[in-house]
């Protein structure tokens, strides 16, 4: 009200005063007097305000009430909708893939004791996605001995981990020459009307597409990998659907790799299961 630009409004009540302006009463009452009468003058303390009085009244004809149409919500089926984040880690779709390939890249790891499976896991994985070829022997060695001290894993030695690695790459590269291997990949893309995001634990893009390899560290028996990769199926095969939608190439390659095993297994939709 004190900075207004040209004009002040007082709306003061038919009968009474604006009580709030006692407010700017000092130790005289009365500091803001407004207009009485047919003065149309404000007092504010020694200074004077022109004013204008605007009387406003109203008369006792009745006015009949506005009828407005009332709205109600239409009526709608019930519809069972998917939510709308998809992780391909929580997907299961039992019976829908099938290994079509397997491959043993090497011997399984050696082992000292018996490790924690879990943080064995964790290390290896690790591992594999910190290694780079191209370093030094000693700096990739005293890498994966790190990582492995971290996580507590001492029954296992750092360098057979990393000629697993090796072994890996090496299959990879016979597969795809001139590819390119991208770990630790983030995805995120639409799928239908759901959102799909996720990690690919190695990527492989090639002249034909993209092949995702996710590590598993299972140490179960051989007549048990197909069954364990065949039930990562839906896993990948979100990942594949994911790749496609957010770059429009393929993804037609999809691998379970057991490094404690030395086992690479190619996993498929079954014939007839297609989407």
């Not at 007097?33 to 009387?55: F, Q, W």
């Not at 990690?199 to 364990?228: C, M, N, Q, Y």
């Not at 404690?260 to 299961?273: E, M, P, T």
């Amino acid at each position: 009200m004190t900075r207004a630009r040209d004009y002040v409004v007082f709306a003061p009540p038919a009968k009474g005063e604006l009580k709030w302006l006692q407010v700017l009463d000092g130790e005289t009452p009365g500091h803001v007097a407004l207009p009485s009468g047919a003065n149309n003058t404000i007092i504010v303390g020694e200074h004077s305000h022109s004013a204008r009085v605007s009387p406003l009244a109203v008369d006792d004809a009745l006015v009949a009430p506005v009828v407005r149409p009332t709205y109600v919500r239409l009526t709608r089926q019930s519809r069972v909708r998917p939510p709308l984040h998809r992780r391909p880690s929580g997907e299961a779709d039992a019976g829908t893939y099938v290994v079509v390939e397997k491959v043993q890249l090497g011997p399984r790891l050696p082992f000292v004791g018996t490790p924690d499976m879990l943080s064995l896991g964790e290390a290896v994985h690790a591992i594999f996605a910190a290694d780079r070829a191209d370093r030094t022997g000693s700096a990739r060695l005293s890498q994966a001995e790190g990582i492995l001290t971290r996580w507590g894993v001492h029954q296992v030695q750092a360098q057979d981990v990393l000629d697993a690695c090796d072994r890996l790459n090496g299959h990879l590269a016979g597969l795809w020459p001139s590819g390119r291997l991208h770990r630790e990949a983030p995805i995120f893309a639409r799928v239908g009307d759901q959102l799909v995001s996720g990690r690919i634990d190695l990527l492989a893009e090639h002249d034909a597409g993209f092949a995702v390899i996710d590590h598993k560290s299972f140490p179960g028996s051989r007549d048990t990998w197909e069954a364990r990769a065949a039930g990562y199926g839906p896993q990948l095969g979100l990942y594949a659907e994911a790749l496609q939608a957010a770059t429009s190439r393929p993804c037609e390659h999809l691998y379970i790799h057991m490094p404690i095993v030395g086992a690479l297994l190619r996993v498929s939709r079954k014939a007839g299961d297609a989407d």
